[in-house]
């Protein structure tokens, strides 16, 4: 099964009306479902059953030492870059939080032979994905949006999400939930 690790973020109204412009783009495109708009933390990719135990056991010692994170959604942004998008996301402030803990999980797990990231966590939530040349509406809307405040995030628990692609996007299933510190 595919893994990773993930926070689910607020809908909040702003992030609900660019979600709704930029599901109107047509077919080339691909929105996350809303309901599924989370942050990755980590990917882990191909997990057996069997080591799910010990990545539970990993999760819980990094995440209960950890407190709550009051994150700020905004501006919107594309990767690899905005002339020629593969992804567009909403991206994260005041992440810090968030950071430790990507951090921590993907050292600890690579001792459970998870390959370590080669980059820097960068805290964004995908909006859409980008399956061909996009129009110049894609360009305007998201030189519009780039400064956009999309409203407070808390975050208080991580997920173990298993993600299984199917023809219009991928279904997530939580297979573990982990509060933070201070959670209620």
Known sequence: ????????VA??????????ELSRLGERFQPV?????????????????????????VAKRV????????GKLTGVGAFPHERRPAVIWVGMEEAQGLSKIAGELDREL????FAPEGRAFQPHITLLRVKSRPPEALA???AA????????????KIELIQSEPTRTGSRYTTL???????AS
């Open 145 to 156: 949006a780039a400064r956009t405040d999309f409203g407070a995030c808390l975050i208080d």
């Open 1 to 8: 099964m595919r893994t990773f690790f993930a926070a689910r």
């Open 140 to 142: 305007t809307l998201l």
């Open 63 to 70: 995440t209960e030492q950890q407190p709550s994170v009051h």
């Open 110 to 113: 690579s001792t459970l032979g």
């Open 11 to 20: 809908r909040t109204p702003v992030l609900r009306r660019l979600h709704a």
């Open 33 to 57: 479902a809303l309901g599924s708009l989370h942050l990755t933390l980590k990917f882990l990719g191909e997990t057996r059953e069997a080591q799910l135990a010990d990545i539970c056991s």
């Open 176 to 182: 573990a939930t982990f509060p933070l510190a201070g």
